[in-house]
């Protein structure tokens, strides 16, 4: 077998996260072709609780004790926030949440500084941020939008693991991801722009080809800093994945890691693109 060919063992993981990957994704699909905005904020809910809660246990292995109670409310709240009042919704939460914390943190003199500040992050860092998929769901075309943004990040995923697995040589950040290449950031920018670009033609969104090809762009690259955020994050608690939950993958976490920062990430280039 050449270097060029994928290993054996490294196919049969290909298969493997696919598999994950594709019941993800027809979840993801049904909420947003068939659930409409409130059946897509009923996934995000679900995903994003799951995955805040991981992140908790992460943080919890550092000896911080978030409080669990306030941050996965408020987590579960936002995307339905976001659905029924859109980023006011997403404000008022994150509001209450601080209040809340900050409430907490008076009235238990053990609770530190840390606990209440990774409460708020954990919720924000997840839930906020996620939450931002229902947003693009209610833009014009939001239903072409929203399916755009979870195919570029299943599409970057893919074919940067695959491309690196194969032909990655340069490592990109070899002390924190020692598997991630600039080969399989190139293959995925590539494939992520070709999402957005497909949509100019099949989609009536009023944005411009150049406008759609930065999203693209700028969602490949947000899919790899959320990637190496949440793998700086595991390294630091010493874990391999944040749960063993999803085969392929490892957490929920360790799944959406790179649409958390997409989903933001996108549907604020999309604003500033023209959609409404």
Known sequence: MTENHLKPRTLKDFWVRLASALTIGVAFIGGIVFGGPLGLAL?????????????????????????ELFGLAAVAAMPFAASFLGPYGLTAVVSLLVVASLMWHIAF???RATDTAVTVFGAVYVGFTLAHLVLIRELDAGTELA?????????NDTFAYLVGSSLGRHRMAPKISPKKSWEGFAAGTLFTTGVWVAVYFVADTGLSLMSLILVGLAASVSAVVGDLAESRLKREAQMKDSSAWLPGHGGFLDRFDSMILVSIVTYYMLVFAGAQ
């Open 43 to 67: 996934v995000v809910a679900i995903v994003a609780v799951v995955a805040a809660a991981e992140f908790y246990l992460i943080l919890r292995r550092e000896r911080r004790l978030p409080n």
């Open 147 to 155: 399916l755009a943004t979870v195919a570029s990040v299943w599409v």
């Open 109 to 111: 003199p053990q609770v």
